[in-house]
């Protein structure tokens, strides 16, 4: 036996003093209990009155959002700002991002967009010094070709990372670079074979190309998120909202019958974008040459408050297939599994109709979230101000959108000789709403309590004209949410 080992202080994720911890094995797992949406529903008989309850036999965590297990729905923007406010989450994210980097490797490569799932697993990458490997790795994998460079400049910086002789590799231990490097490889092999397309490397991110490289050997997008999380130390649990390795896309029918095709073009679009042929994105050896396809072009935001409203507000959020009908996509199965072995689901702030309703209009989520036997709270985090999406909207705005949707992809079910079509209150989908004082969102709180939800509203330290969430604030708001006594 050992006379002397670390202390458990002293240990990195692996159970290695930290400065190492990157360095081992590309395939080090980290040490934990199974992620929550995995474990098994408990019975209802022995499930605790409340949440409450449950959180007080919890022993050695500081606060109930320490205790709580979630299941967070977000875009990539808009969600990553508040994700680190939860220790134990696992996270639904849409594939159906059409805009940035994301767009030029579905119109030449095809498959689903990995940007926000990329942006996501690069913000939970867990902490690490300045100097360390970790860090180092964090830094390639967040690394975007500069915009404002030329073709030829982005193309030269591209073959020095993935011949690895770029400055970014310095730090990064032999294992992970090679690993990280052989799917760069394989990336750009994929490109070669479509040389025709002429994919533009202006803007890309080189997070992204790894990832997408890594679901195309695969041909799985879930075995792709476990390789990044393994690479980076990452004890994330990343659900994206559908399992496919086709190219998905989401259009909008606003209320004067109107359409809009992208989820670009619905949250915001960009003079002379590209429009993608979804069946040119789905065949890789498509014909069409480059000189019949205008180049992608690079959105660059310019603030939430410079936006073209719509002509009309959006109704419902569909999947489209390539011919422009309608379909019904299922859901990720562990994303359903999560909605009914978790203690509480958060509705992120962001887009609502480009990011968190694609993760709604799907068969079966409304069902597993008005009858999960596991989710105490449903909490809706209000954004702080409106978008293109959602100009003029309030609250009640919010809150009514997001349960006409869920409605909507319900079933109806037959009883006797008709049919029966059963509609959830909506206080069988979100239970509290959050929101900060001195937000340019009207709240009308009477109104709101008789829909049969709870306010709670949290005041922003500081001195800013619009306030937004942060880590600090989610905590404090969803900690005042699971100590409060349960309704009767």
Known sequence: MDSAKPTSSSLGIQGKPFPDSPGSSVFDLPIQNAPAATRATPHLDQRPPSLQAHLSLTVGQSSPIDSASFVVISG????????????????????????GSSSEIIRVLGGPSIGDIRSRLV?????????????AIRTLLAHRLPPHYSERQAREEWREIVEGRSALWNGIPTDRKETIRGFLVYFESELLKRAHKIFTFINGSIGNYFLAAAQGFFRSLPSAIFLF???????????????????????????????????????HPVPEAPTINILDANNEWSPLRSENRP????????????????????????YI???????????????????????????????????????????GVAREIA???????????????????????????????????????????????GYASTMYPISA????????????????????????????????????????????????????????????
């Open 123 to 135: 913000r939970l990458i867990p902490p690490a010094p300045a100097s360390s490997p970790l860090d």
């Open 321 to 363: 297939n390539a011919y422009g009908n309608e379909i019904h996509p299922s859901p990720n199965p562990e994303y359903l599994s999560s909605l009914k072995s978790n203690d509480v689901l958060v509705y992120s702030c962001g887009s609502l109709w480009t990011s968190i309703m694609p993760c709604l209009a799907l068969r």
């Open 229 to 267: 999380s393994s690479i980076t130390n990452s004890q994330a649990n990343i659900l994206p909202v559908i399992i496919t390795n086709h190219t998905v896309t989401i259009a909008a029918q606003l209320e004067d019958g109107e359409r809009i095709v992208g989820q670009c073009d619905i949250s």
């Open 295 to 318: 180049q992608n072009v690079m959105f660059q935001a310019q603030g939430k408050d410079q936006f073209e409203p719509l002509v009309s507000r959006i109704s419902k959020i569909m």
């Open 76 to 99: 990539g923007t808009g969600g990553n700002a508040i994700c680190t406010a939860f220790t134990k989450a696992c996270y639904v994210l849409p594939v159906s991002d059409d805009g």
């Open 371 to 417: 009858s999960s036997p596991s989710l105490q709270a449903k909490i809706l985090l209000l954004n702080c101000e409106n978008d293109r999406e959602t100009d003029g909207y309030s609250a009640v705005d919010y809150i009514e959108a997001i349960a006409r949707t869920l409605n909507s992809q319900y079933q109806p079910s037959t009883f006797g000789l």
């Open 429 to 488: 989908f979100i239970t509290d709403l959050v929101y900060l004082r001195g937000s340019a969102i009207s709240v009308d709180v009477r109104k709101i309590a008789a829909l049969g939800v709870r306010c709670t509203e949290i005041v922003s330290e500081g001195d800013h004209s619009i306030p937004k969430f942060t880590v600090d604030l989610v905590k404090r708001a969803v900690n005042k949410i699971l100590t409060r006594e349960p309704r009767e």
